[in-house]
């Protein structure tokens, strides 16, 4: 059974950084490209980035290019996001969801259950 | 970048009623090997989404056979034969093979 468990959000600064993981459990994790999506308070679903299954390719929305980087360790199954100079826009729940074995197929059949990140000063 | 337009934006239905929802894309969604991508997602209030459907017309696992998903080109619909209480959330439409991944704005369900 496919199993997501996101963690690390918090109340954070503007400016400040924050990292999310997101922990798999239940399918060869090193063999999927993994994504974050984004939802704002009372907003609709955004898109954030993707890894590739290896870590070796990695989009980004134009909204969080150069502020956030996404990584993966293989060896513990865990998906991170690493967000920098954080903006009050950021703040969303953030969800890891399973890709495809191919990055730009997105099937986004499994989600996490979500962390908040809260932008305030 | 695809766009998707749902409608409507807000959907009452009365218990047991059918209920459908608009998904319109601004390109097509054909992809190269000729199949069709595009999935539906159920997000209830207060959880994360879930997948419903997926290749257009296919339901997930668990999902029940009261949803029903149909279109091809660049509409399509999902449809609730008769709605019940659990089905009350926001529901979602995104291409599974256009880049950068797009989500429709939602469609509220509610019940009268």
């Known amino acids: 059974q496919v199993h997501l468990v996101e963690s690390g959000g918090g109340v954070v600064q503007p400016g400040r950084s924050l990292r999310l993981s997101c922990a798999a459990s239940g399918f060869s994790f090193s063999n999927y490209a993994m994504h974050w999506v984004r939802q704002a308070p009372g907003k609709g679903l955004e898109w954030v980035a993707v890894i590739s299954h290896d870590g070796s390719n990695k989009d980004y929305a134009d909204s969080v290019k150069g502020r956030f980087t996404i990584s993966r360790d293989n060896s513990k199954n865990t998906l991170y996001l690493q967000m920098n100079s954080l903006r009050t826009e950021d703040m969303a729940v953030y969800y890891c969801?399973?890709?495809?074995?191919?990055?730009?197929?997105?099937?986004?059949?499994?989600w996490g259950q979500g962390t908040l990140v809260t932008v305030s000063s | 970048d695809v766009v998707m337009t749902q409608s409507p934006l807000s959907l009452p239905v009365t218990l047991g009623q059918p209920a459908s929802i608009s998904c319109r894309s601004s390109?097509?969604?054909?992809?190269?090997?000729?199949?069709?991508?595009l999935n539906w997602f159920q997000q209830r209030p207060g959880q994360s989404p879930r997948r419903l459907i997926y290749?257009?017309?296919n339901r997930d696992s668990g999902v029940p056979d009261r949803f029903s998903g149909s279109g091809s080109g660049t509409d399509f619909t999902l449809k609730i034969s008769r709605v019940e209480a659990e089905d009350v959330g926001v529901y979602y439409c995104?291409?599974?093979?256009?880049?950068?991944?797009?989500f429709g704005g939602g469609t509220k369900v509610e019940i009268k």
């Open positions: 995104m291409p599974a093979t256009h880049w950068p991944p797009t």
């Open positions: 290749q257009v017309s």
């Open positions: 390109q097509s969604l054909v992809y190269s090997d000729g199949n069709t991508y």
């Open positions: 969801a399973l890709g495809s074995v191919v990055v730009t197929v997105i099937p986004f059949d499994y």
